[in-house]
């Protein structure tokens, strides 16, 4: 399936974001924003504040806090978050039940046609990843810095949309 069949199944599909923080929060609001049914499980009960719950109710996004229920497994595609790890059960029975997990950022890679430079490994990325930015800003490449060290991608692609409807409404 291309990238482009991805994303318009997308209206099409249900969609588990498992994790309440910014990268999942972020990513439902994507998923959310291309037509996905869209519902978040997170393991704490204290995850969301009360902003973030105004902001769920408004965008008719449902949620669970406190624990994963079997509704996490009506789901034709998982968004994990980065702190899940492979051994949490709800993560070996999504595989045993063979349903597609991905990360935000592998999500948010589907909908940009600009290369992606990825910085990964355990020490040196928030200092190596702003190099780069700097690197590419000098050059008038226009980065966007994202990821762990802020701003999470799929937050970068629903602001920069926004930034194009502002931009073409104010010219109309």
Same mark, same amino acid.
């Given at each position: 399936?291309?990238?482009?069949? #991805?994303?318009? &199944?997308?209206?099409?599909?249900?969609?588990?974001?498992?994790?309440?923080?910014?990268?999942?929060?972020?990513? %439902?609001?994507?998923?959310?924003?291309?037509?996905?049914?869209? $519902? !978040?499980?997170?393991?704490? *009960?204290?995850?969301? &504040?009360?902003?973030? !719950? #105004?902001?769920?109710?408004?965008?008719? +996004? *449902?949620?669970?806090?406190?624990?994963?229920?079997?509704? @996490?497994?009506?789901?034709?595609?998982? !968004?994990?978050?980065?702190?899940?790890?492979?051994?949490?059960? @709800?993560?070996?029975?999504?595989?045993?039940?063979? +349903?597609?997990?991905?990360?935000?950022? *592998?999500? %948010? /890679?589907? $909908?940009?046609?600009?290369?992606?430079?990825?910085?990964?490994?355990?020490?040196?990325?928030?200092?190596?990843?702003?190099?780069?930015?700097? $690197?590419?800003? !000098?050059?008038?490449?226009?980065?966007?810095?994202?990821?762990?060290?802020?701003?999470? $991608?799929?937050?970068?692609?629903?602001?920069? /949309?926004?930034? /194009?409807?502002?931009?073409?409404? &104010?010219?109309?």
């Amino acid at each position: 399936m291309t990238l482009q069949e #991805k994303i318009h &199944s997308l209206a099409r599909s249900q969609v588990t974001v498992l994790g309440a923080q910014r990268t999942g929060m972020a990513a %439902a609001r994507l998923l959310k924003q291309w037509g996905a049914k869209v $519902f !978040i499980s997170d393991m704490d *009960e204290d995850a969301l &504040s009360e902003k973030c !719950i #105004k902001e769920l109710a408004k965008a008719g +996004i *449902e949620y669970e806090l406190g624990s994963h229920s079997e509704r @996490v497994y009506d789901a034709d595609l998982v !968004i994990i978050s980065p702190g899940i790890p492979e051994s949490a059960l @709800v993560v070996q029975e999504l595989q045993k039940l063979e +349903i597609p997990m991905i990360s935000e950022v *592998e999500l %948010a /890679s589907w $909908f940009v046609d600009s290369p992606v430079i990825a910085v990964t490994g355990s020490n040196g990325k928030t200092t190596t990843s702003t190099l780069i930015s700097k $690197f590419l800003d !000098i050059n008038d490449l226009n980065p966007a810095l994202c990821g762990n060290i802020g701003n999470p $991608f799929a937050n970068e692609l629903l602001e920069e /949309s926004e930034s /194009s409807k502002k931009k073409s409404s &104010s010219s109309k």
